[in-house]
């Protein structure tokens, strides 16, 4: 069932005002993070408040302008679209949190903060987009909008990795764009609103040339290779910014696209017919087991995390491309499991690089000793990546190797077995860094007056999105958890097309 609702355009609205305001009035630290705090938790308060709806199949769209019949900027607010954007909103809050104490004196902070609200701004748009048209514009968008973000330190270093990241992302709207008008011409619409828009008629080669135009478009953000080339050297931004790009915003904007091309654009059931999915899948398959390879020669602490992201975003990828129910229920809690588990990684290096000063696995021994809680976030997130029971990631890999069975390609799960043994080849040596190996020289120790190991900004969102990873693994099925939000997007995934449940 649709209703019109204005919460759908708010949402991302909220985050534009506030970017607004931080530019306008942030060079006051009380107003940049008054706005900054507002913004997330009204954002949030509007995600959650159509949760209830989305439970019992509603879905709320807004039309914000129509430019022709059936083309214009359109916002729907769906199951999958609600599951993106709560993760997101969700993230911001801790974020923005760990980003307060991360930058704490750092340069253009009121820079930083603005696009950073206007990333976010962004990705909820790409969460709520009713057609690919306000898709693409809010992707180019977070496009544009991150490039500040990773050129923040503007050292030479950083201005090439700003290039690159523009050059990958550019050529991949271009792709992007050719899709969407080639889809437009075919199907008549672009909107997400049904379970596949294109049809034989328009021809193999037509579906053909749409299908790759738009995985090549979404799939530079998505990082599948060989498209990944920008999201390591993209490491060289701040913390938060490396954060955002792996848990938040935009590479899970690049696996979002995909899966939208593959059940929204085309359908499940064209591309059983078609078979585009295959060569989809086994490009996942070989990114998971590739990128996670590359990971155990990188030193780099935040290098080893990017090839793992590469690996991970891939799962998304395989997950919607086996084309059956399990699979999907994996692909979409992924987005969720990933996001938080790489934030929690992402947060502690960045803790140990600020505490310590150490950015290199080999410099690590015995932090463990030193950011005792860090590490214990840490170890939690590890652990989900290698599939241990009772963590998020175990969900993920249960219903992604189901869903292979379930789509009679059993060696998938071969691929996600030899996953989860280079995930801990790549973890497990800086945990026994960590914890079984004696310090080189003595930590710094704890300034005059501090209880805690680190900042307390920065300490408390390793710990609530560690907690969280527990928590999406132990409550899986439990009613209200995002696996219920999961199972309503899966169900209209695979709807009839025409309608009807």
């Known amino acids: ?31 940049r993070r008054f706005f900054t705090f507002l913004a997330a938790f009204i954002k949030m308060a509007l995600v959650l408040s159509m949760l209830p709806g989305t439970l019992q199949g509603v879905v709320y769209v807004y ?15 769906d199951a999958y679209g609600m599951f993106f954007s709560l993760v997101s909103s969700t993230l911001w809050v801790f974020t923005t949190i760990y980003a307060i104490g991360y930058m704490q004196g750092d340069r253009d902070r009121v820079r930083f903060f603005g696009f950073f609200a206007l990333c976010v701004s962004t990705t909820v748009g790409v969460a709520f987009a009713e057609n690919l048209l306000t898709f693409f514009l809010f992707y180019e968008t977070l496009t544009i909008c991150t490039y500040p973000l990773v050129v923040h330190a503007e050292t030479p270093e950083a201005l090439r990795a700003g290039r690159i990241y523009l050059t990958y992302t550019l050529i991949g709207g271009g792709f992007a764009l050719v899709g969407a008008v080639m889809t437009l011409n075919a199907a008549g619409t672009l ?20 299908f790759l135009c738009l995985i090549i478009g979404f799939g530079v ?77 990188q030193d780099h602490l935040k290098r080893r995390l990017a090839y793992s992201t590469i690996s991970q975003l ?21 987005i969720a499991n990933q996001a938080f588990a790489k934030i929690t990684m992402f947060f502690v290096v960045g803790a140990i690089t600020r505490t310590t000063g150490k950015k290199y696995v080999s410099e690590i021994d015995g932090i463990g000793a030193r950011l005792p809680w860090s590490m214990a976030a840490f170890s939690i997130a590890a652990l989900s990546f290698v599939g241990v029971p009772l963590t998020a990631g175990f969900i993920t890999k249960w219903y992604l190797a189901l869903g292979a069975l379930e789509a009679d390609a059993w060696w998938y799960v071969l691929v996600l077995i030899t996953s989860s043994l280079l995930n801990a080849g790549y973890f497990f040596p800086i945990l026994h860094r960590a914890y079984f190996r004696q310090a080189k020289e003595p930590w710094p120790p ?10 307390k900004t920065l300490l408390f969102p390793i710990v609530i999105c560690a907690a969280y990873v527990l928590l999406l693994g132990v409550t899986a099925e439990v009613p209200g958890m995002p696996f219920s939000v999961a199972q309503v997007a899966v169900d209209g995934f695979f709807a009839p097309v025409g309608g009807g449940p």
């Open 191 to 210: 909107t997400f609103a049904a379970p596949g828009i294109l049809g034989m008629e328009s021809g193999v080669a037509t579906l053909a040339v749409i």
């Open 63 to 77: 039309q914000f302008v129509e430019f022709t019949p059936g083309i214009g900027i359109g916002f729907r607010a």
């Open 221 to 297: 953000k998505a990082a599948i290779m060989p498209l990944h080339g920008w999201l390591p050297i993209a490491m060289v931004a701040p913390t938060p910014v490396s954060a955002l790009l792996h848990a938040v915003a935009v590479v899970k904007v690049g696996a979002f696209g995909v899966t939208r091309v593959i059940y929204n654009v085309f359908g499940v059931e064209l591309l059983r017919e078609l078979g585009f999915a295959t060569p989809l899948a086994l490009l996942a398959g070989f990114t998971i087991v590739a990128a996670s390879t590359i990971a155990l020669t």
């Open 446 to 455: 704890l300034e005059p007056g501090r209880r805690f190991e680190t900042p």
């Open 1 to 31: 069932m649709e209703v019109v609702d204005v919460r759908p355009i708010l949402a991302p609205f909220v985050s534009f005002l506030c970017a607004g305001l931080v530019f306008g009035f942030g060079r006051s630290i009380f107003w």
């Open 314 to 334: 891939s799962y998304i990828v395989l997950g919607a491309a086996l084309l059956t129910p399990l699979a999907a229920t994996a692909a979409v809690l992924h």
